[in-house]
């Protein structure tokens, strides 16, 4: 840090400034690390965003994720978590819109159906071993004959591809956390203790966290009440410096926020990034932007959704795909189709005229 006078301090998680030599001694220490990780790009599995998405999600990125309800959104969060879980990446799933029950049973479903496709778990199977399962464990109990019986083994042994399921997600099992996210006190504050316990107790290196939704996200201000749109610009703005601090300090950390769409898009039934629930600062803040809207269903009857790539700070954007997702598994099969100009979504945007060429 340059020379400051005595007594001289900035506020609190402001970041110091640093001259040319004390950045390039920061490469320098990478280097003698052999860091490579710091370096290259988190997968997402999803192949043709991989592509030009420059290898998937990097280091100090804010990438937002929105479309219409019900497209999908959660599904593919928990999806590219679970693929970059694989790979020796921490996920922190921190979601206000379901428990972290419903998230590990969606889980068990995908890893399932990847499994096998045609004999999968779904959310009403799982109930109902639930409910066989208890049914059995009051039986057993009445008979003391019988030893006491291990309920989730009981369960998963009673659903197709159950067993199976649990131990593929076993094999990654420290390196996804799921967190109920609380609308009023799971704030930044709480998202950069997170990651903070990731990086600093645990020693994860690459972390990705992804924030479902992101304008669930309060913002706790002494000062007074924050009108909906300042509260959001905050938040997107912490998240966005949150990536970067942590990666100017050492370790790998990208967010991925989910972002809702606002009543006008909901009413067109078609969401574009301006659409997303916010201020302009939705449009300016995030690097990478993809939004799904659904695209009716291929001749099979399995619905598609297509994901635009709306922003793209990383190479080429407008870009879409087109994605078969199985609900019932809330499974995208991430090898999706590129749309051509001549079916593409963009240029009904504002202003694509210029952008979509």
Excluded at 168 to 177: K, P, S, V
Excluded at 224 to 237: F, K, P, Q, S, W
Excluded at 250 to 272: C, I, N, Q, Y
Aim: proline letters at 4%; aromatic letters at 8%.
């Amino acid at each position: 840090m340059p020379k400051t006078p005595p007594g001289f301090h900035l506020p609190p998680f402001v970041m110091v400034p640093e001259d040319l030599e004390e950045v390039a001694l920061h490469v320098e220490e990478n280097l003698a690390a052999g860091r490579e990780e710091m370096f290259w790009p988190i997968s997402t599995g999803f192949e043709p965003i991989d592509r030009y998405a420059g290898g998937g999600l990097h280091a100090g990125d804010l990438t937002i994720v929105g479309g219409v309800q019900n497209v999908g959104k959660t599904a593919l969060v928990l999806q590219w978590a679970n693929h970059l879980a694989v790979n020796d990446a921490l996920a922190i799933v921190v979601c206000y819109e379901h428990n972290t029950i419903t998230l590990w049973e969606r889980l068990l479903c995908q890893n399932s159906y990847i499994a096998n496709r045609e004999e999968h778990i779904t959310m009403d199977l799982l109930r109902q071993a639930y409910i066989e399962a208890i049914r059995e464990r009051d039986r057993i109990q009445v008979n003391a004959s019988h030893d006491k019986m291990h309920m989730l083994d009981e369960v998963l042994s009673r659903i197709p591809r159950g067993t199976r399921a649990w131990s593929t997600l076993t094999d990654r099992i420290r390196n996804i956390w799921l967190v109920m996210g609380d609308g009023v006190n799971t704030d930044l504050v709480s998202l950069r203790r997170y990651v903070e316990l990731a990086v600093q107790h645990y020693n994860k290196p690459r972390v990705v966290l992804f924030i479902d939704y992101v304008q669930r996200v309060p913002v706790i201000d002494a000062s007074g009440a924050l009108e909906t749109e300042e509260r959001i610009e905050r938040v997107l703005a912490g998240l966005k410096g949150l990536a970067m601090r942590t990666t100017a300090q050492g370790a790998v950390l990208s967010v991925v926020a989910v972002g809702a769409a606002d009543d006008d898009g909901l009413r067109k039934g078609r969401v574009h990034l301006e659409n997303l629930w916010g201020n302009p600062i939705m449009q300016y803040e995030p690097d990478v932007a993809l939004i799904a809207n659904r695209d009716g269903v291929d001749t099979d009857g399995v619905p598609l959704v297509r994901w635009s790539l709306e922003k793209n700070r990383r190479g080429q954007s407008n870009i879409e795909f087109r994605h078969r997702y199985h609900g019932a598994a809330y499974s995208f099969e991430p090898n999706g189709v590129i749309i051509g100009h001549n079916e593409s979504w963009q240029s009904e945007r504002d202003g694509c005229e210029n952008r979509c060429e």
